[in-house]
């Protein structure tokens, strides 16, 4: 196995900049999701690591080594993509060992790796099948273990399961999650998906335009988002936004009055499930616009001070159009936000 690091990597095609100054480390059997909306670089940087792509500047280590000018084949690493990429004509067993048959292993150690990854992918009955008489999901798990029987060094993966349906994405995401930690091999996995980054991940990095804007646990890129971006585009529904003006140290939101960091413009960040029902002299009005129950909870959508805002309210909550409610944020749950950059404003201490 091996770490990964990423040293101020940037690509430039013509005049466009698909990625600034990127510094990036993943430890050795770290599970790192990029995730990002559409065209911020995610797969970019990962076409850089594995040298499908030439940076513009910077440089990638794997296990320390500079790998910035060598092959994809002689950076020790296997890549899964979106679309399976197994061999039509070949049987899963062929497959499977295709990459050690390549690299002239011998007939002992294809047998042994290539069992081990049959059983940690459990697709033993499926051995002497081709690709087309195996399910999408069959023929994904195929692609996996082809990728894990080299025993690469390093494993990524390019949005691997977005052509699943819903109940096999969610299937095969348990199915990854214990997979990889049974084999220990560092990843690095792209998607737009935050389900599957939140529930799969070590750690994440969320890109927008070419940057990370933050990189953390996924607890804390959730609860502690560090810019509006990520509030935005991390949690569903995602993060509620209020821009406030600040008098004397304080803000006033409704019947509420919270002190506020050192800002002149202010925007206050809460998360719908965040919000709690109140009295009318201790919050602030909320309209509904749509109730929609979701089992374990019911989300409204509707109007305070002028904007969208969605509450996460209780499956029992019964609500109707044009209902006024009253909410206040739970304690210790405000994100502060500076409305010029976008970035995160900490509390100076009482």
Not at 207 to 217: L, N, P, S, T
Not at 241 to 254: C, S, W
Request: glycine share 10%; with cysteine; proline share 6%.
């Amino acid at each position: 196995m091996a770490d990964i690091r990423i040293d101020g990597v940037g690509k430039s095609f013509g005049h466009t900049v698909a990625l600034e100054r990127i510094d990036l480390t993943v430890a050795d059997g770290e599970f790192l999701a990029l995730l990002g909306p559409s065209g911020c670089g995610k797969t970019t940087l990962l076409r850089i690591i594995a040298g499908l792509e030439t940076q513009s500047s910077g440089r990638v280590l794997i296990g320390g080594a500079d790998v910035s000018a060598l092959p994809p084949r002689k950076r020790g690493l296997a890549m899964v993509f979106q679309n399976y990429a197994v061999f039509p004509h070949m049987t899963v067993r062929d497959n499977v060992s295709f990459g050690l048959r390549m690299t002239g292993a011998d007939a002992a150690r294809i047998a042994r790796q290539v069992d081990r990854a049959v059983e940690l992918l459990q697709i033993g009955p499926y051995l002497a099948r081709y690709p087309g008489q195996l399910s999408g999901g069959q023929r994904q798990r195929v692609a996996v273990a082809r990728a894990l029987a080299v025993e690469p060094a390093v494993l990524l993966m390019d949005e691997p399961l977005s052509n699943l349906d819903a109940l096999l994405r969610l299937e095969m995401r348990a199915e990854l999650k214990s997979v990889l930690h049974a084999a220990g091999t560092t990843t690095i996995y792209v998607t737009h998906d935050q389900t599957e980054a939140m529930g799969l991940s070590d750690r994440i990095a969320v890109m927008h335009q070419g940057r990370i804007e933050q990189i953390g646990a996924p607890s804390d890129i959730y609860s502690h988002p560090a810019t509006m971006f990520v509030g935005s585009f991390v949690g569903s529904p995602p993060m509620n936004f209020f821009a406030l003006q600040r008098h004397n140290g304080m803000v006033e939101l409704g019947a509420l009055t919270l002190p506020a960091p050192p800002a002149e413009h202010l925007v206050l960040g809460i998360r719908g499930e965040d919000l709690e029902e109140c009295a009318a002299d201790a919050g602030f009005a909320f309209t509904v616009q749509v109730a929609e129950p979701m089992g374990s909870h019911c989300l409204l959508t509707g109007m305070a001070f002028d904007r969208r805002l969605r509450v996460v309210a209780p499956s029992d909550r019964q609500a109707s159009p044009g209902e006024v409610m009253h909410l206040r944020p739970l304690p210790g749950r405000i994100r502060w936000m500076d409305a010029a950059t976008g970035a995160a404003i900490a509390m100076e201490p009482a």
